[in-house]
């Protein structure tokens, strides 16, 4: 099988290519990372890749299939490759199979844009401490990390797990559910700077979940392949912020949340 490509902006801090990179890398799949400066992905030939013009876009050499929307390639590689449901439900666990989508849109439509508009007026809006949408979006964030902590309890409760045991979103195992929700948490720092989100003590269902996601070896060995691109690699992500008339900059990166053990 040749590698499927994902293509990524240097230096890596941008989470949204990281969740199908995840998928590949829990099914076993192999990849490629494509790094693509973020000054390129406005213009050809990278927008006939996606024509929204951000990252991720996926290219499967070995079916001819070229995706953009990371959701939209998660669901591909888990259609097309998990055979083994080894991180989804088949048929015959039809409402946990549908109850995963429930929770991946919610991902791609709650989680990814409110956490992400809270880094931009936090951290980039031109105007600072616009406090109306700093609170705005600063409440969306904990409440969406109430639903989550709250559902996971619910889960813990329905399964009769005890404390020590892991609890996942649907059903008795970890999914791609779950994991598309791992490289916005590494954010939760830069999200919520000097102290205004302890994570463990509001929210500790979310903390172990995502612990216990990120310390799984395949998610592991993304996230420290993220770290390093952090570390090493030029952040590009000026380039966007430089065609944003009301930015002003990019937040300094914070540690990632949760990979360390
Ligand atoms: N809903 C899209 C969001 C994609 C997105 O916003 N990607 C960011 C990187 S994490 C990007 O390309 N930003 C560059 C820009 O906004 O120009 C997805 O999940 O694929």
């Not at 890398?25 to 990278?46: D, R």
């Not at 259609?79 to 039809?94: P, W």
Request: charged share 25%.
């Amino acid at each position: 099988m040749q590698p499927i490509k994902i293509y990524n902006g240097p230096h890596g801090q941008g989470p949204n290519p990281w969740k199908p990179i995840i998928m590949a890398a829990e099914l076993g799949l192999p990849y490629e990372i494509v790094w693509i400066p973020y000054s390129e992905i406005k213009s050809e030939p990278y927008t006939s890749l996606n024509p929204n013009g951000r990252l991720p876009a996926m290219v499967d050499p070995n079916k001819n299939v070229t995706l953009w929307e990371s959701g939209a390639i998660i669901n591909y590689l888990i259609a097309t490759y998990d055979k083994d449901l080894k991180l989804t439900y088949g048929d015959d666990r039809l409402e946990e199979k549908w109850l995963l989508q429930s929770w991946l849109m919610f991902q791609m439509s709650g989680q990814g844009p409110m956490f992400g508009q809270k880094i931009w007026f936090t951290h980039v809006h031109i105007e600072q401490n616009l406090q109306t949408a700093i609170d705005r979006y600063g409440t969306e964030c904990k409440r969406i990390l109430g639903v989550i902590n709250d559902s996971l309890h619910k889960q813990r409760q329905k399964l009769r797990l005890t404390a020590d045991e892991p609890v996942w979103l649907v059903g008795d195992k970890c999914t791609y559910a779950d994991l598309s929700f791992v490289p916005w948490n590494t954010l939760l720092g830069t999200i919520f700077p000097s102290g205004a989100l302890d994570l463990e003590k509001e929210f500790p269902e979310y903390f172990r979940w995502h612990a216990d996601m990120a310390r799984r070896p395949a998610t592991k060995k993304v996230l420290e392949l993220r770290e390093e691109g952090i570390r090493t690699m030029k952040d590009t992500g000026d380039q966007v912020v430089e065609r944003q008339k009301d930015a002003r900059k990019l937040p300094a990166y914070e540690k990632s949340l949760g990979v360390k053990d």
